[in-house]
């Protein structure tokens, strides 16, 4: 491809709607993503290259119709209360499940309150990004929109570049729990890979399913994308409740003994606890999807609630179940006898192999779209899927030279999500709502730009340290 080609690549992926770009964190906003991007497929062509659901030829049906001011197309705003709060609350339960019990377990107990507190924080954060949507509608409809209404330009790069890093980084994160649950789930295999290879058996079971996921990069009926990302709801559900069985009716005593605080953790687990809260890049799409965008505020409060109650409740239960013993991935210290405990390992192989396809379609989507209209289809089909297919490798690649759960997870946290979920919506709102934003009000965001810019360098560093010392661990063995 001509250099002009990729210019267009990636001046069109900083302009992706966000409804476009699911995060990795999410549950159910991702049924909605994916009956998104196969609306969009049979959309008209201009919606489909400015990435939006196509509801031109929608005679009215029971939603509320919203003129989208900057192409003149009609949009559905029919979600209710309830099906807000049950988006939000999809979209922050994911993979921060699985590693809250080993960041309450090893930050101590009063760490719960920096969870808790995180909660109240990001809820509040939330609220910001619909006063900012409701500040200017008409051109405001997702995060890199709010980021452009900011500080033009390089507002909408900058959040570009934090989305897609975080998704990448998530992605990773999948794929390393994707191994370390292979090889419990085929505990007894004994596979040996070809000489120039040098995998171990986990190893070698990781590339066979990622190759087995291979083939739904070069999906060109994106509908069927909505079916993965069906499975991938599934699949999450499964492992919180087979989690909570596993507490009620397993058989382990819950009287493990939890520390009351471990200072010298705090840095690394707080990276932990963010990253599970992030969702903050889709909440805009439940804004402009509602109703009564008025309620929305109620509509953060309410999920940050319920999400912070079951992160809490989960993290004191499985610490307590399983006390220092407990794994990054609390499906991996569950018994192994076990039907539950098999159930959620083979959810946790499984979630990663829906995840691929549907985070790789809305790159796929703006590339075919970049590439000359004069292009076959079968051409642009290879180019298509040889790109993901190399992304993919190269995500399998990072995830077994760096298979530590826990340590990219709380990276990815410091490093990225706390920027997501703190910094940017509280300066995007002091930019763009200056005029009315009181002094208490810029000093409390003020305090919490400043805590986050802490959290993000006190926890990078320390998380990056843990990882290095991880590698470091890992190779002299």
């Not at 009956?35 to 005679?59: F, I, M, P, T, Y």
């Amino acid at each position: 491809m001509s250099n002009n080609t990729w210019k267009k690549v990636v001046a069109s992926l900083s302009r992706l709607s966000l409804y476009d770009v699911p995060h990795a964190n999410q549950v159910a906003s991702e049924s909605v993503h994916g009956a998104q991007l196969a609306a969009e497929w049979k959309g008209c062509s201009v919606c489909l290259e400015e990435n939006r659901l196509c509801k031109c030829g929608d005679g009215g049906g029971g939603g509320v119709g919203v003129v989208d001011h900057e192409s003149g197309h009609h949009l559905k705003s029919d979600s209710s209360f309830a099906h807000s709060v049950i988006n939000m609350v999809g979209m922050l339960i994911g993979l921060g499940q699985l590693s809250t019990p080993y960041a309450l377990e090893n930050g101590g107990w009063c760490t719960s309150f920096i969870l808790i507190a995180l909660g109240a924080t990001c809820a509040y954060t939330t609220h910001l990004l619909g006063r900012c949507l409701h500040r200017s509608s008409k051109s405001s409809k997702t995060y890199q929109d709010i980021g452009y209404q900011a500080f033009g330009p390089k507002g909408r790069l900058i959040a570009s570049t934090f989305i897609y890093l975080e998704i990448f980084l998530a992605l990773v994160g999948y794929t390393i729990s994707l191994s370390d649950n292979l090889s419990v789930v085929f505990s007894g295999a004994r596979l040996t890979s070809p000489h120039w290879l040098r995998l171990s058996t986990p190893q070698l079971l990781t590339l066979i399913a990622v190759v087995v996921a291979l083939p739904s990069l070069w999906l060109r009926d994106l509908s069927s994308i909505s079916f993965l990302s069906f499975g991938g709801i599934l699949m999450s559900m499964l492992i919180f409740s087979t989690v909570c069985f596993t507490a009620v009716f397993g058989g382990v005593k819950a009287d493990k003994y939890i520390p009351a605080l471990r200072l010298r953790n705090v840095p690394g687990i707080s990276g932990l606890y963010i990253f599970s809260y992030t969702g903050h890049i889709v909440f805009p799409n439940i804004y402009t999807a509602m109703k009564d965008p008025s309620k929305f505020t109620k509509v953060s409060i309410t999920s940050f609630t319920l999400v912070t109650a079951l992160y809490t409740a989960l993290a004191f239960t499985g610490a307590k179940l399983f006390g220092p013993t407990v794994n990054s991935q609390i499906t991996l210290s569950m018994p192994r006898h076990l039907v539950t405990t098999k159930i959620a390992l083979w959810a946790t192989v499984l979630t990663p192999m829906t995840k691929y396809a549907l985070e790789f379609a809305p790159f796929a989507i703006q590339l075919e779209h970049s590439l000359p209209h004069s292009m076959s289809a079968r051409a642009r089909t290879i180019i298509r899927g040889t790109i993901g297919s190399l992304f993919l490798l190269v995500i399998l690649c990072l995830a077994l030279t760096v298979p530590y759960f826990g340590d990219v997870l709380s990276l990815t946290g410091s490093l990225i999500s706390v920027s997501i979920c703190l910094v940017f919506p509280c300066a995007f709102y002091l930019k763009i709502c200056w005029a009315e934003v009181s002094r208490p009000a810029v000093a409390l965001n003020a305090v919490i730009i400043g805590v986050g810019i802490v959290f993000t360098v006190v926890g990078t560093v320390s998380s990056a340290v843990a990882l290095v010392r991880s590698v470091q661990r890992g190779h002299s063995i």
